[in-house]
């Protein structure tokens, strides 16, 4: 036991930086890559593998799979081999200088895209060209959990005060001895911080300051195993520096570009539908049986007066069987009404009008055994005394393309809920970025689809292949808890439990 004249010498010597810590904090080293090419994957990646050092790369999502790009298989294994696959934007443009509607596109859609390809969510994002801002910042929050910029503190982030969104980085100085920058890893596990250090290419005569030598690199990759090795120096993913590295917020100026958003996987999860109008061949062909083999429901509405009773007819016949309509409903999907004959409300005669809303309830209770409670004009034409009939007879009104189909949980008009309809002009990276749009914003996406074909897309058409994506997609989300997928009878349920 020390004696007293001697303890408050300790005392002091303890809080002293690194005295008594060094083993406890020893520092990180992240190697980070930016746009990777299919050279930079062939050539240079195995200097990784060989020495087993991870990192993380930043590819921007558009051109992955075009020629001299990398593609979805070289990026798994990339994951494989302990490496993490982070955004960099769709397109590597300046998001500083986009609208609000492009940003959020070049944001989601990577987001989207990764996990898909992947089945891995992407936790950081890198700006493009270090161009970011605060509204581009608070944007990112929606998606990811961390944000690295271009350059900054000479990639020094100290354990103490970093904020995830704004995490330093430092392009490796081309023109300075490897031995050099070994010494700054070696520091960096010595006094206990955390360095992030950028590459873009490697090649034998850098032809500018993105280009770095393949002997500096080669050295300095086998610089930071062996100081692994020896103990001095932790080598990590952002991914999992991230859980070493507490999270301390900075100080963000007030202004009208801060945006209230919640955490990604916060408990207010968002809800998406997956809906059909017309009771159309392809919808069986494609739309229930590539939805059946993801496992995910959805809501058909049927023009009642126009289904067929048999199956046997003339082939060509676009209109589905009733029998058909009860694999959808077995399948748990429900079945909801689009008018008796498909034809226009507003203007029919009251006998008509009547026969409209009353025969589906009739027809799809004796022909189904359940009672639509869900109703879609169809066309989307509707007036505000049409709307007030339908509500004596359904619980649910579905219009054609109200709010852009995002329906706010805490706001909803059962009379009004609005559908997002998937057009031939969408791929599905954007339609993917819409659920996590709706997992963030917590709201109630609710799409709309017509024709599915597999030859080239017309009118209210879209490609089965596009298709298949959105619903993989949909499945990876809801597996993954980031979205439930639901009909429409079960999102205004849950929407009325909460």
């Known amino acids: 036991m020390l004696k007293k004249p001697y303890a408050w010498i300790l005392a002091i010597l303890l809080m002293l930086p690194g005295v008594g810590q060094a083993r406890e904090q020893l520092g990180i080293v992240t190697f980070t890559v930016d746009n990777i090419t299919a050279e930079f994957f062939k050539q240079s990646m195995p200097v990784f593998f060989d020495h087993g050092v991870p990192g993380s790369m930043y590819g921007q999502t558009e051109p992955i799979g075009l020629p001299g790009e990398i593609g979805w298989a070289e990026i798994r294994y990339l994951i494989e081999r302990g490496w993490e696959f982070g955004a960099h934007g769709h397109s590597h443009d300046k998001m500083t200088e986009m609208d609000d509607a492009r940003l959020e596109l070049e944001l989601g859609a990577p987001a989207a895209q990764i996990f898909r390809g992947t089945t891995v969510y992407p936790t950081s994002f890198a700006t493009p060209h270090g161009a970011y801002d605060e509204r581009v910042i608070e944007r990112a929050k929606v998606y990811y959990d961390a944000h690295l910029t271009g350059w900054g503190n000479e990639g020094v982030n100290y354990f103490e005060s970093t904020d995830h969104f704004r995490i330093n980085r430092e392009q490796i100085d081309n023109r300075r001895p490897a031995d050099e920058v070994c010494a700054d890893i070696e520091k960096a596990g010595r006094e206990g911080y955390w360095l992030v250090l950028m590459l873009h290419r490697i090649g034998e005569d850098p032809s500018d300051a993105y280009e770095n030598p393949t002997e500096q690199f080669e050295a300095v990759v086998k610089c930071a195993a062996d100081l692994r090795d020896r103990g001095n120096v932790r080598l990590t993913t952002v991914r999992d520096a991230l859980r070493l590295v507490p999270h301390t917020p900075a100080p963000v100026p007030e202004g009208d570009h801060q945006i209230a958003v919640t955490a990604k996987n916060g408990s207010s999860k968002g809800l998406v539908s997956i809906t059909f109008d017309d009771a159309t061949r ?208 079960d999102a205004m349920a849950t929407i009325a439990a909460e």
């Open 282 to 489: 392809p919808q069986y062909d494609f739309g229930l049986r590539i939805a059946q083999g993801y496992g995910l429901p959805g809501t058909l509405f049927i023009p009642s007066g126009l289904l067929r009773d048999r199956i046997d007819t003339p082939q060509g016949d676009w209109r589905l069987t009733w029998e058909e309509v009860r694999e959808f409903y077995e399948s748990g999907w429900e079945i909801g009404a689009h008018g008796h004959t498909h034809i226009r409300l507003p203007g029919l005669p009251p006998e008509e009008f009547e026969a409209e809303l009353n025969a589906p309830i009739e027809e799809i209770e004796a022909k189904v055994g359940t009672r639509p409670v869900s109703f879609a004009s169809p066309f989307g034409d509707f007036t505000e005394e049409i709307i007030a009939s339908i509500m004596t007879r359904y619980d649910y009104h579905l219009s054609w393309k109200g709010n852009l189909g995002r329906n706010p949980i805490n706001d909803i008009d059962p009379r009004y809920v609005g559908r997002l309809e998937v057009t031939n002009d969408m791929t599905a990276a954007t339609v993917c970025g819409e659920m996590l749009r709706a997992a963030q914003n917590g709201v109630w996406l609710v799409f709309l689809f017509h024709g599915i074909t597999e030859e080239a897309p017309r009118e209210y058409e879209i490609e089965a292949s596009v298709y298949d994506e959105i619903m993989g997609c949909a499945a990876r989300l809801d597996r993954a808890e980031i979205i439930d997928v639901v009909t429409v009878k």
